[in-house]
């Protein structure tokens, strides 16, 4: 199993940014998804997740409304679409497949992660 992260990177306040993971290795299609991040001296924070056929989202209250997660299933691919950026949003990023999912907010609940992909929001 591998997942890679691509698309971090610097964004202004009020930009965006696209982050892609690449998944192999496993069904794509059977596990729900999910992005977390971790600040500098933080916990690793649930960001959006997405199940398996894509049909059910969700998505922390932090960036609701500006966040949206999606996937292509015949790319084995799942995506954080990051809009109206803030520096609070600075973190390392990381796409994590669901083992057995009872909350999307776990992180115990995921058995595989990317490598992470830094994001940082600054004028």
């Known amino acids: 199993v591998q997942l890679v992260e691509s698309g971090g990177g610097l964004a202004q306040p009020g930009g965006s940014l696209r982050l892609s993971c690449a998944a192999s290795g496993f069904t794509f299609s059977n596990h729900a998804l999910s992005w977390f991040r971790q600040a500098p001296g933080k916990e690793r924070e649930f960001v959006s997740g997405i199940s398996g056929s894509g049909t059910n989202t969700r998505t922390a209250d932090s960036v609701k409304g500006r966040f949206t997660i999606s996937r292509d299933n015949a790319e084995n691919t799942v995506y954080l679409q990051m809009n109206s950026l803030k520096p609070e949003d600075t973190a390392v990023y990381y796409c994590?497949?669901?083992?057995?999912?009872?909350?999307?907010?776990?992180?115990?609940?995921?058995?595989?992660w990317g490598q992470g992909s830094q994001v940082s929001v600054s004028s």
């Open positions: 994590a497949r669901a083992d057995f999912l009872t909350t999307w907010y776990n992180p115990d609940e995921y058995d595989y």
